[in-house]
């Protein structure tokens, strides 16, 4: 079923609109689609809608003006949704910031194409299509015509076990350096009163090949960039080196029959020996901030010891399914996710969670692929493999931060996007201004070719994306895993942290240690409660069922049972309508807690979390008192003083009530104390929190590991969460910690202040390099040698002042 909506004739000619075809999520019905369609005709420049119910495609004729993205948010405006899909690209050719911004230009002008980001660093581009809009051919021939290699790149976290692409050869150095070292002979002869010349003809024959043969890579990449009408570091090399070239060849041909006069040979050939040389040691340390990524790759075993009908054999990775039992001995990595069926053991775990101290481990416990088996024989029921194996989503994770752009980043963009035209102006008015005031061309040439050299974009280009590389890796190693580089850029602004109690601050596995009936014996009350929470996740439902199953008691059948959103339960059993929670739960239904009362705020001063069961069957009774104790975790008084020790305050925001809470607050000495918070008010909490701070600049993180923490985690400006809670609050979070170690938390924000101070040296000397050494090369007090010198060794500081982060140490374990 499809409908049309044209609208109109408008201005624009039917040859200048664009067409965009992408897919639809949530239609139901014809209604659905007149909907949608009516949502894209009422925007402004869009001449023809058409949606297609069968495909659930849309297919939209607009003015040039109009984006995807403005589609896209008429559509989710009208309550349906344009899925995406991220596609991922490696890049071949780049060599500066231009290259990065004529890239993005081109992918962002695919059809289809939401959003673009290239990472000169990783040397990738991470696409945001719309789905169904664009393919990955179109856009590896959108790089093709913009000058550029592409091809496809496997999926994040899919690459384990493959070894590192090799490195840049070194051998075209080695040459270029053996035929530009004669040339430089005349500079060495200065230095002691001497005037060592080669003959020119001879000059020409060792600088030829080095312009032309080692030197081609300039050409082409510069070429590429002429052709797609911009500029890049190549095209200046190529014309810098060029023209000193061409210089000393005329000069050759016109005075070498009247007495050698003095040739330039040595400044290109020079120059593109230490362009080369600079590359090289840049790829080389930039091959160093991905080890993180690589030695998470090697540690998952290529092999795994299947035990099927009794029989153990050994068969690839790949060939175990979810469930089947795999056999890990002594001294072997564990080759996948899964819950330990038999024997005892260690585990080394430190290269995924940082943790240095190996892991008992029983039956029941589960264990994570890549870990080391240190002691014991085990047998492993397979509960993840593949893609969804930890060990997959953490390089995931890690190599989406490493991708991902920070926001200070497009400073640099915008810089690098008139950086090269700019140098080139300036260096033809050098040309001008020296020829015609001082009447001396070959002075003229000589300068601009400086400027020429000088000017290199890529310092800029690598100052941000190799910090984050080296930051997110050596976070990465220490159990602190950065989902993006935008929670890393702004974790080193939090002034306030605000915790969860339970799971968080507290070991999480709280005791019942009170039990007191009213109007029932306690065995009852014990197995109502254990019937009401049987089904449950919780914590606390878990204390209760535990102490049920180890006194042996028969738990009755519970049905209609519902959970009441930060309250508690209701359920009914044998009869009863039942209901087990907080005390505002049972001042909501009426019941009376009389003497119980007192008893309950001594519990809670004393930190004991009181929980309340009750009958409304008829008039609300009271049936019995619940006190659950949770031990303080060792580890979160510590992390507390470290966040104190880096000036941030601490709050504490948790459902709990009162007297649990700030007895908690107190031990820890926590700052800012929020008790008795539902799940779906914590987030207002938290934009309280960023009301205090925002206006000086500060900004809010949040901790928490259960599902009721996520709506807090996505409102923070940095969410934290736990491995060792729910996957749905790790994806709220813009950070992870593969420990339950509050103390990890004052580490994240440690090196992401490190990472974002190594990005703004980074940026400084960039900029100072060319802001000084430009006007320097104009106005004739470098030489091109010198620049080139000066314009290798930039981009080669900037990748080795950021792999400096390697060294943090943490201070959690």
């Not at 991470?126 to 959108?142: K, M, N, S, W």
């Not at 999480?508 to 009213?518: H, N, Q, S, T």
């Not at 929470?533 to 180890?550: D, F, I, R, Y």
């Not at 700030?662 to 207002?684: S, W």
């Amino acid at each position: 079923m499809s409908a049309t909506h044209t609208l109109p004739a408008r201005l624009a000619p039917a040859s200048a609109l664009k067409e965009w075809r992408f897919a639809v999520e949530g239609m139901t019905c014809a209604s659905c689609v007149a909907r949608v369609e009516k949502a894209l005709a009422n925007t402004p420049g869009v001449e023809e809608a058409n949606v297609n119910f069968a495909t659930e495609q849309a297919s939209v004729r607009a003015s040039p003006e109009v984006s995807l993205a403005t589609l896209k948010a008429a559509i989710e405006k009208a309550g349906y949704a344009v899925p995406e899909q991220s596609l991922r690209l490696k890049i071949g050719d780049m060599t500066c910031a231009s290259c990065v911004a004529r890239v993005e230009k081109a992918l962002k002008q695919v059809p289809g194409v939401l959003s673009a980001e290239v990472n000169l660093a990783l040397e990738t581009a991470e696409v945001t299509v719309a789905g169904g809009a664009a393919t990955l051919p179109q856009l590896i021939a959108a790089v093709d015509k913009a000058g550029y290699r592409a091809q496809a790149l496997q999926e994040p976290g899919a690459s384990q076990g493959q070894p590192p692409q090799p490195g840049a050869p070194w051998w075209p150095i080695a040459v270029a350096a053996a035929l530009s070292a004669p040339l430089a002979l005349p500079m060495f002869g200065l230095l002691f009163g001497k005037m060592w010349m080669l003959d020119g003809w001879l000059q020409l024959l060792l600088a030829t090949p080095v312009q032309f043969w080692l030197g081609a890579r300039f050409y082409k990449a510069g070429w590429k960039a002429v052709r797609a009408g911009a500029g890049n570091m190549d095209l200046l090399v190529a014309v810098g080196t060029s023209a000193a070239y061409g210089l000393s060849v005329y000069m050759l041909l016109r005075h070498g029959e009247h007495g050698m006069p003095h040739l330039y040979f040595e400044a290109s050939a020079i120059v593109i020996t230490l362009v080369l040389l600079g590359k090289w040691l840049e790829a080389r340390a930039k091959r160093q901030t991905t080890e993180a990524i690589r030695a998470l790759n090697a540690l998952r075993p290529e092999t795994a010891r299947l035990r099927r009908d009794g029989q153990d054999r050994e068969v690839p990775i790949a060939s175990v399914r979810v469930g089947d039992l795999v056999v890990v001995r002594p001294g072997e990595r564990i080759a996948v996710d899964g819950e330990v069926m038999e024997g005892a053991t260690e585990v080394d775990e430190s290269l995924i969670t940082g943790e240095s101290l190996p892991v008992n481990k029983h039956a029941g416990d589960r264990v994570t692929g890549g870990a080391i088996n240190a002691e014991g024989l085990i047998v492993v029921r397979t509960t993840a493999v593949g893609a969804e194996s930890t060990l997959a989503r953490i390089v995931r994770m890690v190599e989406s931060a490493q991708a991902k752009k920070a926001p200070i980043q497009r400073l640099v963009d915008q810089v690098s996007a008139v950086f090269v035209p700019v140098v080139i102006v300036i260096a033809f008015v050098t040309l001008l201004g020296w020829g015609f005031a001082g009447g001396n061309w070959e002075t003229a040439i000589l300068n601009a070719v400086a400027v020429l050299v000088i000017a290199c974009p890529c310092a800029l280009g690598l100052a941000t994306p190799t910090a984050i590389m080296a930051g997110t890796g050596v976070a990465a190693k220490h159990g602190i895993l950065i989902k993006d580089a935008e929670a890393l850029e702004v974790a080193h602004q939090v002034k306030i942290v605000a915790f969860d109690k339970t799971g968080t601050l507290t070991e999480g596995k709280p005791e019942l240690v009170a039990l007191e009936p009213a109007n029932i014996s306690r065995d009852a009350a014990l197995a109502w409660s254990a019937a009401i929470q049987s089904g449950s996740e919780h914590p606390l439902a878990k204390a209760v069922t535990q102490l049920a199953l180890k006194e042996q008691l028969g738990v009755p059948a519970a049905s209609q049972v519902r959970a009441v959103a930060g309250r508690g339960m209701s359920a009914v059993v044998d009869s009863h309508e039942l209901r087990l929670g907080s005390p505002r739960f049972m001042q909501e239904l009426g019941v009376e807690l009389g003497a119980f009362a007192a008893r309950a705020q001594a519990l809670e001063a004393q930190g004991r979390t009181v929980s309340w069961l009750a009958d409304v069957t008829g008039a609300p009774q009271l049936l019995a008192l619940l006190a659950f104790g949770d031990t303080v975790k060792a580890s979160a008084a510590p992390a507390v003083a470290s966040l104190h020790a880096l000036g941030i305050q601490t709050a504490l925001v948790t459902g709990d009530n009162r007297g649990s809470a700030e007895a908690v607050a107190k031990q820890l000495g926590i700052d800012i104390v929020h008790f008795q918070v539902l799940p779906e008010n914590k987030a207002d909490i938290i934009g309280q929190l960023k009301d205090q701070v925002n206006d000086q600049g500060g900004r809010v993180a949040m901790v928490g590991d259960g599902i009721n923490d996520a709506p807090a985690l996505a409102a923070a400006d940095v969410g934290i969460a736990m491995s060792t809670g729910t996957d749905v609050a790790m994806q709220a979070a813009g950070i992870t910690l593969m420990r339950g170690n509050p103390a990890l938390v004052a580490d994240a924000i440690d090196i992401s202040r490190r990472t974002y101070a190594k990005i703004r040296q980074n940026l400084f000397w960039a900029f100072f390099y060319n802001v000084v050494g430009i006007p320097l090369a104009a106005f004739g007090l470098l030489s091109p040698v010198i620049a080139g010198a000066a314009m290798a060794f930039s981009s080669f500081s900037v990748v080795m002042n950021a792999l400096l982060l390697r060294r943090w140490k943490g201070t959690s374990k």
